[in-house]
């Protein structure tokens, strides 16, 4: 990289990723980042795992890899802030703190008055390659986050061991075999161009918060392995546990399910989708494609949507998908289909916003009406996986049915 500090990095968009760097990053919320590291945080005790160490040691190797390609020091300071994450200051030789820190803002029941900002503490690894860890939390009533380096060996290898190309070959919508007749005003190309003018990060300099607030939700530009590793890592350690499948895998899609409520749902009630989308929308049904649309700006790879039918089922497949492509260049392929958990959750969420309750009604998206109303077994929608790039098909493929 090595630009000046102050000049953004260049977003390289291929194939639904959206590359910084050579590495995809993807926009995801304080709510599912919260959840996510809860859930990873629940394999506490389990075997030798050390779920700390995981949050913690998973993005060293990636900053280390961004080393490689070029950036400085001052490079990933700013870009620490540009993704969101908040705003990195040196105190001295062995003590850094951010003042405002994404990982703060919100944490779930089990991160109350706990430590959370492992991901600063590994960005900090992979910056000095030293050990680091966090000695003050905002969550404990701190006015800063704050981060010691020790004299310690930093033993954190690459886990991205497998090449593995995207998918360049992606129809167009709509154009695909077997895929419904769709007929809408939504015009994707436009909806995509426009949210890649909205101000999608973090400000870096004194002063300022480095975070991304928008849509009434804290979001972050965050690195699509790192979400891949630390996900399927944990699942892996449940799995050997003994842990049921269906349970184990439900822990991992209902952190994409309070995505959708919590991401997609804010978006549909902003000014933003208020000015761009609904004067494209005749019906419902808009909505929906609106919405696929803006999340193929999202660098999960690219949704494509082959049926649409609520009341019998819906088909939604997605090329490169962020996750299949994270677990085919760290594991070797796999069995089993229904590997993708944050699509399938966001994918059913999505479908739930507008056939379950109606986000057009503007509803309360308060954790009262998620637990009580959307997220209530009551007329549910189910998803399962029917194609996985982690298993060797060209794309995934996610069927919701009543």
Request: proline share 3%; glycine share 8%.
């Amino acid at each position: 990289m090595s630009a000046s500090v102050g000049i953004p990095p260049a977003v390289i968009t291929t194939g639904g990723h959206n590359l910084i760097g050579g590495l995809n990053r993807v926009i995801h919320c304080n709510y599912y980042n919260a959840y996510l590291q809860m859930t990873v945080l629940l394999t506490q005790g389990i075997g030798e795992h050390n779920p700390e160490s995981l949050l913690t040691d998973s993005v060293t190797p990636l900053i280390r890899l961004l080393k490689q390609s070029g950036y400085t020091h001052e490079d990933l300071l700013y870009e620490f802030s540009y993704c969101g994450f908040g705003f990195l200051q040196k105190i001295d030789e062995n003590t850094w703190k951010t003042a405002s820190s994404h990982y703060s803002e919100i944490t779930c029941v089990l991160g109350q008055g706990k430590k959370s900002c492992f991901f600063t503490s590994g960005y900090l690894q992979g910056m000095l390659d030293k050990t680091v860890t966090e000695i003050a939390c905002k969550r404990q009533g701190n006015k800063s986050d704050q981060f010691t380096v020790l004299d310690e060996p930093l033993n954190v290898k690459n886990y991205l061991c497998q090449n593995f190309e995207l998918q360049t070959n992606i129809p167009e919508r709509f154009s695909f075999e077997g895929c419904q007749a769709f007929n809408t005003r939504i015009d994707e190309e436009k909806i995509i161009a426009t949210v890649q003018t909205l101000p999608l990060y973090g400000k870096y300099g004194k002063g300022e918060s480095g975070l991304i607030k928008i849509f009434d939700a804290v979001l972050t530009n965050q690195f699509a392995d790192y979400y891949n590793r630390i996900s399927y890592e944990s699942y892996f350690t449940l799995q050997k546990a003994g842990v049921p499948e269906e349970e184990n895998k439900e822990m991992f899609i209902q952190a994409g399910h309070i995505c959708a409520f919590n991401t997609f749902g804010r978006i549909m009630i902003s000014s933003e989708w208020s000015e761009l989308v609904i004067p494209m929308c005749d019906n419902k049904e808009d909505w929906f494609h609106g919405m696929i649309a803006v999340i193929n700006s999202l660098g999960w790879g690219v949704y494509r949507l082959e049926k649409l039918d609520p009341t019998n089922e819906t088909i939604i497949r997605v090329y490169n998908s962020y996750e299949g492509v994270g677990y085919r260049r760290m594991y070797p392929q796999a069995n089993d289909k229904n590997l993708s958990f944050l699509a399938m959750g966001a994918i059913l969420g999505l479908i739930h916003l507008f056939w379950k309750i109606d986000i057009r009604d503007t509803p309360p998206l308060t954790q009262e009406f998620y637990v009580n109303q959307f997220n209530n077994p009551s007329d549910s929608y189910t998803i399962e996986q029917t194609a996985a790039i982690a298993a060797g098909d060209e794309y995934d493929c996610f069927v919701v049915s009543k």
